[in-house]
């Protein structure tokens, strides 16, 4: 079972547009994690926020935490083409095990 | 720095039969965690170790087995492979409680 649930399962944007997914999860976590997947290959860390922080950005990235929600948001603006990839979200307890979502898949239209 | 690296790419394996997958962490990094992601799916954690011991273990049943190595290297082992274990495998090496630096993966399909 996953404990993070992506929204949308798909999205397909124009280049230059906002991208934005959520993600839910169900139990007490210390951080969550967004990854992103390119075509099958190896994940790659985006980005991390801390259960006591509620909002972060790292470049075109701009991550949201509403723990009484239980959930999260990825907004990636001034979409490009090489953004099409899976984005995962990631949460884990005070044992270090990262549970994912099933994602959300990005298509960026040239 | 060298990342973290998966042997082999591809393997195709018949039902029943047993297969290894190597996994070499990234330099520096003593936590090493095993991951199997079926097709359209998100990864599923398998086990983790730390220190050549394991340190936490998902729910798969004990045909999946796994070590790591005095140089943080590791293994993942599975035995009497059955078909719904073809997926990709995918090896992340951290320090304990940072974010994972994946491999590439090792695409296993069971016949």
């Known amino acids: 079972s996953q404990q993070g649930e992506e929204d949308p399962q798909a999205l397909s944007i124009q280049e230059g547009e906002n991208a934005t997914m959520n993600c839910s999860y169900k139990?007490?976590?210390?951080?969550l994690q967004w990854y992103r997947q390119n075509s099958g290959r190896g994940l790659v860390h985006l980005i991390l926020?801390?259960?006591?922080?509620r909002e972060k950005h790292s470049g075109r990235l701009r991550v949201t935490l509403d723990t009484s929600k239980k959930s999260s948001s990825l907004l990636i603006t001034a979409s490009r083409a090489a953004d099409t990839a899976s984005y995962f979200c990631a949460t884990d307890g005070s044992d270090y095990k990262l549970s994912f979502g099933a994602g959300t898949t990005v298509t960026v239209r040239a | 720095e060298t990342g973290v690296t998966q042997s082999p790419t591809h393997l195709i394996k018949t039902r029943g039969q047993q297969v290894t997958l190597r996994c070499s962490s990234q330099?520096?990094?003593?936590?090493v965690s095993w991951y199997q992601q079926a097709l359209g799916q998100g990864p599923q954690f398998i086990f983790q170790?730390?220190?050549?011991?394991?340190?936490g273990r998902g729910n798969f049943p004990p045909r999946f087995s796994g070590l790591q190595f005095p140089n943080y290297s590791s293994e993942l082992n599975v035995n009497a492979l059955e078909l719904d274990d073809s997926a990709l495998y995918l090896c992340?090496?951290?320090?304990?409680?940072?974010?994972?630096?994946f491999g590439n993966g090792t695409r296993l399909t069971v016949t």
């Open positions: 992340a090496s951290s320090l304990l409680g940072t974010p994972l630096h």
């Open positions: 170790y730390y220190r050549e011991e394991e340190n």
């Open positions: 330099s520096g990094h003593n936590t």
């Open positions: 926020i801390r259960s006591n922080e």
């Open positions: 139990t007490s976590i210390n951080n």
